[in-house]
């Protein structure tokens, strides 16, 4: 894949270079709950036409959806998720983003827009998909794992998967939104007993509390209900990766999460030139490095701020004078 | 010129004072005394209380003012002197220092009402012209400026400010400080800025090994093509712009930990003469009414700070101090790079403000050697001013009799 890929928030003052992705193959990604397609990226990363998508829609929310329908490589497989294998239910609420197999926890703390957001209308059959026991992955760039199904039973059913996965993104409440959801201190010695060591976390969602239905200002949201959290492959298994899977990790750490220190290491382990590049493009190059040693401040650097200067001569120096 | 002078009770610029409630009194008593004892937040309490205790008292509003404007506090200060006002019209204190709060904050229109008004009913009093003058500097109506830093100036010689000896400080050289200037200039250097260590952060380096004790700034100097990249630099690592600048050049930034100030001066050079520029340039007047030094080619060269961190500095830093101070190799502690800067274009009419303004501030301070080093080098530009030659003569005279030390209670 070849892709002149430029972010959006580059913070680099001057013009930076380009910087091509270049590896064979596509990124294999396996969404579990349809996440990606809300990524503000999304369509960023689908332009570059380097993705083969596998989402997992158990609620079924892209089934409408032309425009992800036309893309190439990406494929949609609603009223599915992965799990344990077993049948399971789907509890379709009056919202189906709110929709999940584990059923939803209305607290009194939630506010009545939320409560009938989350109210259950139906309670549907679902079969789960044991993600080792899907066919034509021979290995997984990046996993996504949502909030709303099952996680740990997807990981359990899914250790062979594991071993051959990339990036795993696996979205962590804070709050009791669903009976049964995966908490941050299970999901950390998991995932480290089956090689992957945590990075961090990606995004954060918040939550407001300033009262509803009213105008203000500013908004103002602290209340953390969610976040990202993102594991690598441990030392010993990135130390293991070909170059091109090395490649495409990095590759996803930069355009999905702008993780530009760890798309450097990681191509730093294949070429510390093509790391230097990468640096460069994203703009963490100081321009001091790419100047003369010597700078001589001219009309076109110092530019004076006015037409017509007319002044005096200065005044020679007095003899004796000090400072 | 934008600091805030304090109003003292002279004669004629005295608020007509009621008397104090008991109540009140004692809380004032308690909060003066707090003062002195270096309690400013506790003090700060006490006069809140004298207030509620006597809320019609234009003389309290005006002390509770004056003590919050002190503590930086300027809109609570603004609110109190402006009660102040309300209260009490015709009493010039109030009116000079709620006139100089709002100068301070640009607020001009708001500013002239006052300040004219003080001119009606303190006209006599140097200060007011004083107060009046530096209003006019900032808006960059420099030729009624001088006139007004002049009236004072002479109504100063007709009632002069006693003797008192300054304190001088001499703290400005600490450790975190060098620190600070060597990180804000690698800091610059990688975002793209070449910034380099000028004026007396320089002088400092150069001759004493490191900042000056009795320096009050970091200065550094910048492509005035740079200045908005430089801006952002400083305001992305921890500095705020100073507000309300009065000036387009030098910009002044503060750093929110250490509370210290660096002053940017962006250097322009002029495609007629090749000649490079700096100074103290307001927008909207004629270019040759700013202070405006004049310099050679300037030449940076890569380099690294005392930690290792890449930075600019100046090619020629001994000849560019050579420039500016003459003989820097000899310390002078009256020196004022303002008013006696050996690359001065001419004597421009804001060079005079500064100058005529300093003078005074310096007298009245108490600082007599400064004061007469400022006229001396005033007169080095305006031999035959009358008036400055009466004040140099004047502070010759106070400076060979030393002045008494006046002992102030702690």
Not at chain 1, 73 to 97: I, K, N, R, W
Not at chain 1, 98 to 116: Q, Y
Not at chain 1, 278 to 297: I, M, W
């Amino acid at each position: 894949m070849n892709a002149d890929l430029h972010q959006d928030n580059d913070p680099s003052p001057l013009a930076a270079p380009a910087f091509e992705w270049e590896y064979e193959g596509r990124i294999v990604v396996l969404d579990n709950g349809a996440r990606m397609p809300t990524m503000p990226a999304f369509d960023r990363l689908m332009a570059l036409n380097a993705f083969a998508v596998v989402v997992l829609d158990p609620a079924s929310i892209l089934h409408a959806n032309k425009n992800i329908k036309e893309l190439p490589e990406f494929q949609v497989f609603g009223h599915a998720t992965l799990g344990s294998g077993e049948d399971a239910v789907l509890y379709a609420c009056m919202d189906p983003l709110e929709s999940a197999t584990l059923e939803p926890v209305i607290a009194g703390d939630l506010s009545e827009r939320t409560r009938l957001r989350r109210k259950v209308v139906a309670e549907l059959p679902i079969s789960t998909l044991r993600l080792d026991a899907i066919e034509g992955f021979d290995y997984i760039d990046w996993l996504l794992l949502d909030d709303r199904n099952d996680i740990l039973a997807a990981l359990e059913h899914g250790t062979r998967a594991l071993a051959h996965t990339s990036l795993v993104d696996i979205r962590i409440p804070f709050r009791d939104a669903y009976a049964g959801q995966s908490r941050f201190l299970q999901a950390i010695p998991w995932m480290q007993a089956h090689g992957f060591s945590f990075h961090g976390f990606a995004n954060v969602g918040h939550k407001s509390l300033l009262p509803e239905g009213k105008f203000f200002a500013k908004n103002k949201a602290t209340r953390w209900e969610w976040a990202d959290a993102i594991f690598l492959p441990d030392a010993a298994r990135l130390a293991g990766m070909d170059d091109v899977r090395t490649t495409k990790l990095a590759c996803v750490a930069d355009l999905a999460y702008g993780m530009h220190d760890l798309a450097a290491e990681l191509l730093g382990r294949l070429d510390s030139d093509t790391a230097s590049r990468y640096l460069d493009a994203r703009g963490y190059v100081s321009p001091y490095f790419k100047e003369p040693d010597t700078f001589t401040l001219t009309v076109a650097n110092a530019p004076i701020p006015w037409q017509d200067l007319k002044v005096d001569n200065p005044l020679p120096h007095a003899e004796g004078e000090t400072a | 010129m934008s600091k805030r002078r304090p109003v003292h009770g002279k004669p004629s610029a005295a608020i007509t004072k009621r008397p104090v409630s008991p109540a009140a009194r004692n809380h004032l008593k308690e909060a003066e005394r707090l003062l002195g004892a270096g309690h400013a937040q506790a003090a700060t309490a006490q006069f809140q209380r004298a207030v509620n205790a006597d809320p019609t008292n234009a003389d309290l509003r005006y002390k509770f003012g004056k003590h919050l404007l002190d503590q930086h506090e300027q809109e609570l200060g603004i609110l109190q002197l402006e009660r102040a006002v309300r209260l009490d019209g015709r009493a010039a204190a109030p009116l000079l220092e709620l006139g100089q709060a709002y100068t301070a904050t640009n607020r001009f229109a708001d500013a002239q009402v006052l300040l004219e008004k003080a001119l009606e009913i303190a006209g006599k009093a140097s200060q007011t012209h004083l107060i009046y003058g530096t209003f006019l500097h900032k808006q960059g109506k420099l030729p009624d400026a001088v006139a007004h830093f002049r009236t004072a100036l002479t109504l100063m010689l007709e009632h002069p400010a006693k003797a008192t000896v300054p304190k001088r400080k001499e703290d400005f050289d600490k450790p975190e400080i060098e620190r600070l200037l060597w990180t804000t200039l690698s800091q610059l250097a990688l975002a793209g800025v070449h910034a380099f260590a000028a004026f007396g952060t320089l002088l400092g380096i150069v001759r004493e090994g490191g900042l000056l004790p009795f320096d009050k700034d970091i200065d550094i100097g910048v492509p005035h093509g740079e200045l908005e990249l430089a801006t952002n630099c400083l305001v992305a690592n921890g500095w705020a712009e100073v507000p309300h600048a009065f000036a387009v050049n030098p910009r002044s930034f503060l750093h929110l930990k250490l509370q210290v100030t660096i002053d940017v001066t962006g250097f322009a050079v002029d495609p007629q003469s090749g000649a490079t520029y700096e100074g103290i340039w307001i927008e909207g007047i004629p270019a040759e009414w700013n202070r405006l030094t004049r310099w050679d080619t300037i030449a940076l060269v890569k380099a690294n700070s005392p930690d290792g961190s890449p930075i600019w500095t100046l090619q020629d830093a001994e000849g560019w101090l050579r420039t500016l101070y003459g003989d820097w190799r000899t310390p002078d502690p009256d020196f004022d790079t303002i008013i006696a800067a050996k690359n001065l274009c001419g004597f421009s009419l804001m060079t005079q403000c500064y100058a005529l303004g300093r003078i005074y501030a310096r007298w009245e301070a108490g600082n007599l050697r400064k004061a007469l080093a400022a006229a001396r080098h005033s007169l080095h530009h305006l031999p035959g001013d009358t008036l400055l030659r009466e004040v140099e003569r004047r502070l010759s005279e106070m400076v060979e009799e030393p002045p008494q030390r006046r002992v102030t209670a702690a």
